[in-house]
């Protein structure tokens, strides 16, 4: 089955220190991009990357970083430097080709910060 | 600026039609967008609409687009218990990359 993955479903991390997220998609896509989402709130982009070796911020980047050395791999690290970092996060691809390039979403990692 | 609207919350009875509505600021926004999520799950892809057209029907749901008021709205007819989610409206900037702008979404709740 095509589809995207996101692991863990759960993830809790101490203050102070960094975690990665996965995103993993193989529905050969060249877009991919990380949303965070908090309660009563609205998707807000964290980083997107149209290809592979290259990245971009959006609007919330700061505390974050991603790497994109695979097509089909996306990982975000939260770092310490996220001053509230507990939000239900988001992965997604497109594929810009297509008029439409509709983002599809994987199923979300929920991080708590204890 | 950038900003997309909704209603938080709206209750209807099974078997009744909801309607869910969304007010959008870019005009020249392509696409627009009706996505759908489950408790603690990801965004499902309900639907869409091109900015030319005016209405778009998908089985149970429809889409109307009224660009001159810059509205957009979801039927969903016959509503069942299973459509108890929350329901994204988003649009697509246009220009760069393929921004999209979510509202905050309408929790849809399905009572007997």
């Known amino acids: 089955d095509g589809g995207i993955t996101q692991s863990p479903k759960y993830l809790f991390r101490k203050e102070g220190q960094n975690v990665t997220l996965s995103c993993e998609q193989n529905l050969n896509h060249d877009a991919m991009y990380w949303y965070r989402q908090d309660p009563g709130q609205g998707l807000r982009l964290i980083y997107y990357s149209q290809i592979v070796n290259d990245f971009q911020k959006g609007d919330i980047a700061e505390g974050y970083s991603v790497s994109r050395e695979k097509k089909e791999s996306f990982p975000l690290t939260v770092t310490s430097a996220q001053k509230n970092p507990t939000a239900f996060y988001l992965c997604?691809?497109?594929?810009?080709?297509?008029?439409?390039?509709?983002?599809?979403f994987g199923p979300g990692t929920r991080l708590t910060v204890l | 600026g950038e900003d997309v609207e909704q209603s938080l919350f709206l209750s209807v009875r099974e078997g009744d039609s909801s309607v869910i509505n969304c007010t959008y600021t870019?005009?020249?926004?392509?696409?627009l967008y009706w996505y759908k999520q489950e408790p603690g799950a990801g965004l499902q892809l309900l639907t869409y609409i091109f900015s030319n057209m005016d209405m778009k029907q998908d089985q149970r749901l429809t889409v109307l687009l009224n660009k001159k008021d810059k509205h957009l709205s979801l039927r969903i007819a016959d509503t069942q218990t299973g459509d108890s989610a929350i329901y994204f409206c988003a649009e697509n900037l246009s220009g760069g990359y393929n921004k999209l702008i979510f509202g905050a979404g309408t929790r849809l709740a399905v009572h007997p």
């Open positions: 997604a691809s497109s594929f810009p080709g297509l008029l439409t390039d509709t983002q599809y």
């Open positions: 870019d005009s020249s926004s392509t696409y």
